[in-house]
């Protein structure tokens, strides 16, 4: 069973976009996901923006991978990397804490997460 960074059951990131390095709408990981696809970030256009400068556009659909296209406020597990790197250019994303894998905390405090905490209401 993968856990959270609270030490809990890792709970959904998202279904619709269906997204998580297994596609199984979780932020698991194991020894082969290399991006550590741990983190899952309600995502901005701020973000979305800063992947794409650094290489990686989220925002464009490619149907020939049956990839939508994300948006902001979609759900999506990113890398560890791509968010620390988000964090330290000041654009990083909200988290939902609870759908972190604990894999994350080998990268970055607990108490440095919290601040970015997404409350749903």
Known sequence: MQKNVFGES???C???PLTGYFRDGQCST???DFGVHAVCAVLTNEFLEYSKA???DLSTPMPQYNFP???AGDRWCVCASRWIDAFKANCAPLL?????HEKLLEFIELQDLVH???IDH
């Open 10 to 12: 890792l709970i959904s």
């Open 14 to 16: 998202s279904t619709a």
């Open 30 to 32: 194991d020894d082969s």
């Open 54 to 56: 650094q290489g990686n």
């Open 69 to 71: 296209g994300l948006k």
């Open 96 to 100: 939902v804490l609870e759908a972190c």
């Open 116 to 118: 970015f905490a997404h």
